[in-house]
């Protein structure tokens, strides 16, 4: 049997697979597509919570405020005005969704799409695609509305384009990441990406071109902003705000973070009134195994390319020791890593099918949550007195049975949760 068939045959395989996990994700995030965007609950709720009112009792998740606030720009807000610390294009996008398609859940589908497209076409390879298609941290995302998948999006739009020799556009694709998320990685992506040009073309203009294109980008990426004002003069004195906010937020590094996260599932962060120590089901070995080839690569004689996607790769890893680390900030180089473990393992491929193999059976805990995240909701709405929350949370049936009102009267008694559309809901409350 010639290596041609047996490559034939095992593509086959692996396309097998990526479609029957494709329809298993589908299923298993199904209560995406039924969800129903209300803009006058978001409303009440961002303007009641913590980022309103100090110490309030209703604190809204940074998805819950990403999807409002993306609504409101869509609608014609000033980014500068509200949640301006964040750049406003990955909010704009679940704005869209949420304003004309009802659903913001619509665009995190569709960055997840987008994403595995980019990785087909930038590798051709099944392997690379099966892994990040099935990555636990990145299926996730698929029921959230996160800035960290379509920062990835991105983020591997600009690599594409440098290693493909589009330069100009890889600088337009760094810029409008960094109009998605705000912080040090942007500038770490533009010098390894100016490091790669100088070491394939030792043109000085075309690093000055691509370092132009990058604020071009980031500049595209407040169209929403220049549509109003079309002067860059104020936009620009505008991100005075946006330093400011960061200067004064109070975050610190905590080094240990990312490694303790990628060896053994632990990082330290912030919960309730104090730090504690945390795991989270969208942990894969991906992440361990690709630690472990990086840093021996970089013993090892490796071409330009692959040099770019480990400098790349380690340079993500290594600012996100300087900045106070949350697992989904690995989501932009899950790609990344796949590249760089698929290459180096090309000739093991019992390695790649014992990774792939543990990669599945983590994604168990994605696609089949337990309850207890829900129930650790309920409990504290409940004695914070965030009824409308509990009501948010609750089945169809249970919203036409009880009023917002009704709830205070649940305080001491049994919740029963159940499955609808394979998300945990309140099904019944009372004895």
């Not at 993306?70 to 704005?95: A, I, M, T």
């Not at 504290?380 to 009880?402: C, Q």
Request: contains cysteine; charged residues 15%.
């Amino acid at each position: 049997m010639t290596e041609d068939t047996n490559n034939k045959k095992q593509n086959i395989i692996l396309f097998g697979i990526f479609f029957l996990a494709l329809i298993i994700i589908g299923w298993s995030f199904r209560w995406t597509f039924t969800y129903k965007f209300d803009p006058v609950y978001w409303e009440n709720f961002y303007y009641t919570s913590q980022w309103n009112i100090p110490n309030s009792k209703r604190v809204i998740g940074d998805e819950g405020v990403y999807r409002y606030i993306g609504y409101r720009l869509v609608n014609g807000e000033n980014p500068f005005n509200v949640d301006y610390w964040v750049p406003p294009l990955g909010k704009y996008w679940y704005g869209v969704a949420a304003k004309y398609l009802g659903n913001p859940y619509w665009a995190s589908w569709g960055w997840y799409a987008i994403l595995l497209i980019l990785v087909w076409v930038i590798t051709k390879n099944w392997w690379v695609l099966l892994l990040v298609a099935t990555n636990p941290l990145i299926v996730a995302q698929v029921g959230l509305t996160m800035l960290d998948l379509p920062q990835g999006v991105l983020l591997l739009a600009q690599a594409g384009c440098l290693l493909s020799g589009q330069f100009v556009l890889a600088g337009i694709m760094l810029g409008l990441m960094m109009g998605v998320k705000i912080g040090v990685l942007g500038p770490m992506v533009a010098v390894v990406g100016a490091y790669y040009l100088w070491k394939k073309t030792k043109s000085k203009k075309e690093i000055l071109m691509f370092l132009v294109a990058i604020l071009a980008g980031y500049m595209l990426a407040y169209t929403c902003y220049f549509l109003a004002h079309p002067n860059p003069i104020p936009w620009l004195r505008l991100h005075q705000k946006v330093i400011e906010f960061w200067k004064n937020s109070g975050a610190t590094a905590h080094p240990l973070n990312i490694l303790g996260y990628v060896l053994v599932n632990k990082f330290n962060q912030v919960w309730g009134e104090g730090r504690v120590w945390m795991t989270v089901k969208e942990w894969s070995i991906l992440f361990l195994v690709s630690l472990i080839i990086i840093i021996k690569s970089f013993f090892l004689k490796v071409n330009l390319k692959n040099k770019y996607y480990l400098l790349l790769a380690s340079g993500w890893i290594g600012m996100c020791a300087l900045i106070d680390f949350w697992p989904r900030y690995l989501v932009a180089i899950v790609p990344i890593l796949a590249i760089i473990t698929v290459d180096f393992l090309k000739n093991k491929k019992g390695w790649l099918i014992l990774i792939l193999i543990i990669n599945l059976f983590n994604l168990r805990t994605v696609l089949w949550p337990t309850p207890e995240q829900e129930l650790r909701e309920i409990q504290t709405n409940l004695k914070t007195g965030n009824y409308r929350e509990i009501y948010e949370m609750g089945s169809k049936d249970f919203k036409v049975k009880n009023r917002v009102e009704e709830i205070v009267k649940f305080k001491e008694t049994k919740i029963d949760l159940g499955k609808e559309n394979n998300k945990w809901v309140i099904v019944k409350m009372g004895r």
